[in-house]
């Protein structure tokens, strides 16, 4: 199966900064690739779906991009509420899903 | 809008079977693809298995011999049975709507298991 490597595993950024976050695929993907938020004692909340698409509600801040093995989710402007874990997720032709180790983006 | 509730015993203990429920409201259950995931503690996420709206499953091939997903479209709640489980079964569980089949767009708050003797 499918395995997702993220990096940098923790990035201590201030608000205001730019986030810039990778994940990469052992094989390709296609665009088949998912980000996701979670923060202490909550459910993941999905960011970006389909590699660029932005989830119903998401601000505009939060991009994707990429396509094959390699992709970014990228924070134009850190708010005080973006310090959190950053996942991301992939699915294959046989729709089975896993997830990266994940991100954390601390002060 | 959408709310996913789980619901479950809290302790298992090792080698029997784990039962959770989910409770769909705001969505009918037979509209879309839905599945169960776990975290397990301070670790990441890992995929259980789907079921779609055709009443297909898929599992994740690490679990496959041990794990059930169904649902009663009467209750319009879906459900989890996991057999033999041991203390690498111990996790937050979480199900969650598929409203695009390649993402997990709606999540519920998760149930904790614990397994232990």
């Known amino acids: 199966e499918t395995v997702l490597t993220q990096s940098p595993a923790t990035l201590s950024l201030s608000p205001g900064d730019r986030a810039t976050l990778s994940c990469r695929a052992s094989?390709?993907?296609?665009?088949?690739l998912a980000w996701y938020q979670q923060k202490p004692g909550q459910a993941p909340r999905l960011l970006i779906y389909?590699?660029?698409n932005r989830a119903p509600g998401i601000p505009a801040r939060f991009s994707g991009s990429g396509s094959g093995t390699d992709f970014t989710l990228t924070i134009s402007s850190l708010e005080p509420e973006d310090f959190a874990v950053y996942y991301c997720?992939?699915?294959?032709?046989?729709?089975?899903?896993?997830f990266g180790p994940g991100t954390r983006v601390d002060f | 809008q959408v709310q996913l509730q789980e619901s479950g015993p809290g302790l298992v203990k090792p080698s029997e079977t784990l039962s959770l429920t989910c409770i769909v409201s705001g969505d009918s259950i037979d509209s879309f693809y839905w599945s169960w995931i776990r975290q397990s503690p301070g670790q990441g996420l890992e995929w259980i298995g789907y079921?779609?709206?055709?009443?297909?499953?898929n599992y994740n091939p690490s679990l496959k011999s041990r794990v059930t997903i169904s649902a009663d479209t009467s209750k319009n709640h879906l459900s989890l049975k996991m057999n033999s489980v041991t203390t690498a079964d111990t996790a937050v569980y979480f199900c969650?709507?598929?409203?695009?089949?390649?993402?997990?767009?709606?999540w519920g708050q998760g149930t904790i298991v614990s397994v232990s003797a």
């Open positions: 389909d590699a660029s």
């Open positions: 997720q992939q699915r294959s032709r046989r729709l089975i899903f896993t």
């Open positions: 094989q390709s993907i296609n665009t088949y």
């Open positions: 079921l779609s709206n055709s009443g297909t499953t």
């Open positions: 969650a709507r598929m409203v695009v089949v390649d993402a997990f767009d709606v």
